[in-house]
């Protein structure tokens, strides 16, 4: 029977590499086909993908706007180098998922990919889990382990936010990078490894490294090739195509037809800024979906904050707020009575003191149908709304 790559058996000190047969119905980490979490790679319970994935290769990078197809081509080209690779790019944006394509797509796919989030390498056993340990090297050490750094060997090493290492962690690691052996904790003697780095980080190297947070040698050993995640915000044309992605891997995980986005939903998904990226889009459709009562997702469904529901009060300052076209000012001002009234007609024609059938023309000329709450034109307490002064 063919086996899988290493999986990686937790213990309290490390990890010890157990092999794993391939079975039916597994990827080649050894792992179910059912999203589940890994302690290893830092999925999500749903196994989100932050990109948002397809079954293999470079087409696990859905979309096809030009940020992405960028993207694509870049990682086509340097997939097959044996080169380090600095995948940078907000929280949320697929940094390691780029990082699995880029091992999926090269000589090394037949071997381990190791993701590590250096943001929990802080604690005394730092070195232990990174450059593994030996027998004895100190209490509790009851057996051999290879750490990170080994049970990568042959394959892809990903260390995910390593602008999050210590100073003393960064120059050991210098140290691997350099000589490409390891020293176990509790050993004299070097191992050779022969593992690919990939490293991903949300945080600007340059400017630790000038505020001496980030050693300089290090920066310049990462920095042969930079590829960048771009923010969901600057590819607005991949969101339907990744709510689509989504909406058929959740129907797969809740075992239910696949549901389809309504017209207005689209536009509520379009427009919203996405400050958390794809992870947040990711969780916005979960989140859709279980509400939702209908095989089509309506506004209603999506997450208040992505629809601009708010409790807060509705203040409207005309008269020190900067000089924009009237139109523009009119529509804002729609919007955010809208928005205050939790998509009331009514409600919001009060506050703008304008008859109810003229604000929905205004709103139909404006395109801002989508922030409508079909039935809300019962009663709503009043929000605040602050007089601009010389009324």
Same mark, same amino acid.
């Given at each position: 029977m063919p086996l899988a790559a290493p999986t990686l058996v937790a213990s309290p000190f490390g990890l010890v590499l157990s092999p794993m047969p391939r079975t039916n119905g597994s990827n080649n980490l050894g792992t179910s086909n059912r999203p589940t979490q890994n302690v290893a790679t830092g999925l999500d319970p749903l196994g989100h993908d932050p990109l948002g994935a397809e079954p293999d290769g470079i087409s696990r990078l859905v979309g096809s706007s030009p940020a992405m197809t960028k993207l694509r081509k870049l990682v086509q080209a340097v997939a097959?180098?044996?080169?380090?690779?600095? &995948? $940078?790019?907000?929280? !949320?944006?697929?940094?390691? =998922?780029?990082?699995?394509?880029?091992? %999926?797509?090269?000589?090394? @796919?037949?071997?381990?990919?190791?993701?590590?989030?250096?943001?929990?390498?802080?604690?005394?056993?730092?070195?232990?889990?990174?450059?593994?340990?030996?027998?004895?090297?100190?209490?509790?050490?009851?057996?051999?382990?290879?750490?990170? &750094? $080994?049970?990568?060997? !042959?394959?892809?090493?990903? =260390?995910?936010?390593?602008?999050?290492? %210590?100073?003393?962690?960064? @120059?050991?690691?210098?140290?691997?990078?350099?000589?490409?052996?390891?020293?176990?904790?509790?050993?004299?003697?070097?191992?050779?490894?022969?593992?690919?780095?990939?490293?991903?980080?949300?945080?600007?190297?340059?400017?630790?490294?000038?505020?001496?947070?980030?050693?300089?040698?290090?920066?310049?050993?990462?920095?042969?090739?930079?590829?960048?995640?771009?923010?969901?915000?600057?590819?607005?044309?991949?969101?339907?195509?990744?709510?689509?992605h989504f909406l058929r891997e959740i129907a797969g995980l809740y075992e239910e037809p696949v549901k389809r986005l309504s017209v207005e939903a689209i536009k509520v998904l379009t427009s919203y800024e996405w400050p958390g990226n794809v992870r947040e889009l990711a969780n916005a459709v979960e989140h859709a979906v279980v509400f939702s009562k209908r095989d089509e997702i309506d506004v209603l469904d999506l997450p208040d904050r992505v629809r601009g529901v708010t409790s807060e009060p509705l203040k409207l300052d005309l008269i020190d707020g900067p000089i924009i076209p009237l139109e523009s000012a009119e529509r804002g001002l729609i919007m955010r009575a809208l928005k205050a009234t939790n998509g009331n007609q009514s409600r919001a024609a009060e506050m703008l003191l304008i008859d109810r059938r003229r604000l929905s023309r205004k709103v139909q000329r404006y395109g801002l149908d989508h922030l409508i709450t079909p039935g809300s034109e019962e009663q709503l307490p009043m929000p605040r709304i602050a007089r601009a002064s010389g009324e």
């Open positions: 097959q180098k044996d080169c380090i690779v600095l &995948i $940078r790019g907000d929280s !949320g944006t697929g940094k390691e =998922l780029v990082a699995r394509t880029l091992h %999926e797509q090269s000589k090394r @796919a037949g071997g381990a990919f190791i993701a590590v989030d250096c943001t929990g390498l802080r604690d005394t056993l730092l070195e232990s889990q990174l450059f593994g340990h030996v027998k004895g090297a100190f209490t509790g050490a009851e057996q051999n382990t290879l750490g990170f &750094i $080994r049970s990568a060997d !042959g394959g892809t090493l990903f =260390l995910d936010e390593i602008g999050e290492l %210590e100073p003393k962690t960064q @120059a050991k690691l210098l140290r691997v990078l350099q000589e490409r052996t390891v020293v176990p904790l509790g050993s004299v003697k070097p191992v050779p490894v022969n593992v690919r780095v990939l490293a991903a980080t949300h945080r600007d190297l340059k400017k630790m490294v000038a505020h001496g947070q980030f050693r300089e040698d290090l920066y310049f050993r990462l920095d042969v090739v930079t590829v960048v995640a771009p923010r969901l915000n600057e590819r607005r044309t991949d969101v339907v195509p990744l709510c689509e």
